[in-house]
């Protein structure tokens, strides 16, 4: 239980950062908004990702105090940056929440805080959901998702492809984009059912007026590949890896 103590800590003493990865409109290169990542700047062992300290905050419930934090922190980034004049029109931070945060009653109370608390543009923050924790409970999710949009949230599906999701409930869902899993872009253009699947993603979303948001792009070839699908925007280290704060202000503007 050493590390439980060591995280109420380390939010006590201010060690999480987040860091922010260019989500980029893929004809044009430009940066369209940032997908928001946590790390933990340890006193000791360095810059760590979510994987090492995330999976023990979920099962302590951690995640709930450090998940608002991260709220916070995005809504009070957003409105520096439009503040500054360094945001260009739209600019979007999407944050995760987990399967635990967005059931634990404690989202819409945190975001509806920091959302007053900082005041960004409405339509700036957006919350990213995973497609399990949306079609695992359709009908409570539902009422959720109505109120975070009606709060002037954005909300991406996350992870999109590896769950079920009923076309129904798609559709019913007041949902602003689709996050395209990573394990269908990284052979795109190598494999003729992974381009086919996301062909299938792409099509679906565009009929359902959705963005489309491919993860994990690494190459130029994937890129191009789902330009011509109609993709149109992606997110993965050929653009830029996640980066702090001041990093990533000087991405917006030019092409990435
Ligand atoms: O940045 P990295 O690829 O290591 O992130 C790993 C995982 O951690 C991702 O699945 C991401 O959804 C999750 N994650 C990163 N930051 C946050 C956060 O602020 N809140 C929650 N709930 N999950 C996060
Ligand atoms: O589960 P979620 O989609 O939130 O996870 C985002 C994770 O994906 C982050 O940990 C981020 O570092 C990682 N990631 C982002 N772009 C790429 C990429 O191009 N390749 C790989 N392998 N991982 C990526
Ligand atoms: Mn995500
Ligand atoms: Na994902």
Not at 8 to 22: K, S, T, W
Not at 68 to 95: F, H, K, M, N
């Amino acid at each position: 239980l050493q590390i439980e103590t060591e995280l109420r800590q380390a939010l006590d003493n201010g060690e999480f950062e987040v860091h922010y990865q260019p989500i980029v409109a893929l004809r044009s290169g430009r940066t369209k908004g940032f997908e928001a990542l946590i790390r933990w700047r340890h006193p000791l062992r360095g810059l760590l990702s979510p994987a090492a300290f995330m999976p023990v905050a979920e099962e302590t419930g951690l995640i709930i105090p450090i998940g608002s934090w991260v709220i916070d922190e995005c809504c009070r980034q957003l409105a520096a940056w439009y503040a500054a004049d360094v945001a260009t029109p739209g600019l979007t931070v999407a944050v995760n929440v987990s399967n635990r945060q967005f059931w634990s009653g404690n989202v819409i109370d945190d975001i509806t805080e920091a959302l007053g608390r900082h005041q960004p543009p409405a339509g700036s923050l957006a919350v990213e959901i995973t497609e399990g924790v949306v079609m695992e409970n359709v009908a409570p999710a539902r009422d959720i998702l109505h109120t975070l949009h009606d709060l002037g949230c954005q909300l991406h599906v996350d992870d999109f492809g590896t769950g079920y999701s009923s076309l129904e409930a798609l559709h019913r869902l007041p949902i602003d984009a689709l996050k395209i899993d990573r394990s269908f872009v990284w052979q795109i253009d190598t494999d003729r059912r992974s381009g086919e699947l996301v062909r299938t993603i792409v099509l679906m979303g565009r009929n359902l007026s959705l963005d489309l948001i491919a993860e994990g792009i690494e190459t130029p070839e994937q890129r191009d590949f789902l330009i011509r699908l109609g993709c149109g925007y992606g997110q993965g280290f050929l653009f830029s890896r996640p980066v702090p704060a001041d990093v990533a202000c000087t991405l917006l503007g030019e092409p990435a």
